[in-house]
Antibody, heavy 123, light 107 residues
């Protein structure tokens, strides 16, 4: 069974940093692109970026809204996905989801999502 | 970035009704559109990908259609458990982008 479990959310002050984790199981982690998607309370979903699979060198792509502030990485030995968030702003407050793409490439639709972790940026 | 526009933020329906939700892309995305259902406190659930392909285990009352810039998601006979927010998403190019959502409510 595929499982994605996020953790690391919480309350952080503006300008602060936070690292989110997504522990995965039930599939060969290195075969898949992995994405982060966020959703502010009561608002729509926003894709933040992905990290490619082993075959594509684990390189990353980001949305313009977080490029330069957020970094996606992966620990392939433990099948964990990370999102390092720096210089956080109030508008970064959201539930953050990790999501898995399809086997062996970028398809861009997500059949597997974690349960989400809430990040609140406030003084 | 490609903008996905769901023109109805809310739609009212009754159990047993047929309901269709529309989504328009700001440019041609071929058939690269997915539809998700999200209930309160839950993560999104994939229903349709590539405009018309029903994901594994999704009931056949859910269908998708369209190509180019105009897409439709239809529930043939609404059930009580279908009351949720529905999002379209283009997967034609990065960044993948989502519509604002359509909340399906009871009349």
């Amino acid at each position: 069974e595929v499982k994605l479990v996020e953790s690391g959310g919480g309350l952080v002050q503006p300008g602060g940093s936070l690292r989110l984790s997504c522990a995965t199981s039930g599939f060969t982690f290195t075969d898949y692109y992995m994405s982060w998607v966020r959703q502010p309370p009561g608002k729509a979903l926003e894709w933040l970026g992905f990290i490619r699979n082993k075959a594509n060198g684990y390189t990353t792509e980001y949305s313009a809204s977080v490029k330069g502030r957020f970094t996606i990485s992966r620990d392939n030995s433990q099948s964990i996905l990370y999102l390092q968030m720096n210089t956080l702003r109030a508008e970064d407050s959201a539930t953050y989801y990790c999501a898995r793409d399809q086997l062996d490439g970028y398809y861009g639709w997500f059949a597997y999502w974690g349960q989400g972790t809430l990040v609140t940026v406030s003084a | 970035d490609i903008v996905m526009t769901q023109s109805h933020k809310f739609m009212s329906t009754s159990v047993g009704d047929r309901v269709s939700i529309t989504c328009k892309a700001s440019q041609d995305v071929s058939t690269a559109v997915a539809w998700y259902q999200q209930k309160p406190g839950q993560s999104p659930k994939l229903l349709i990908y590539s405009a018309s392909y029903r994901y594994t285990g999704v009931p056949d009352r859910f269908t998708g259609s369209g190509s180019g810039t105009d897409f439709t998601f239809t529930i043939s006979s609404v059930q009580a458990e279908d009351l949720a927010v529905y999002y379209c998403q283009q997967h034609y190019s990065t960044p993948p982008t989502f519509g604002a959502g359509t909340k399906l409510e009871l009349k």
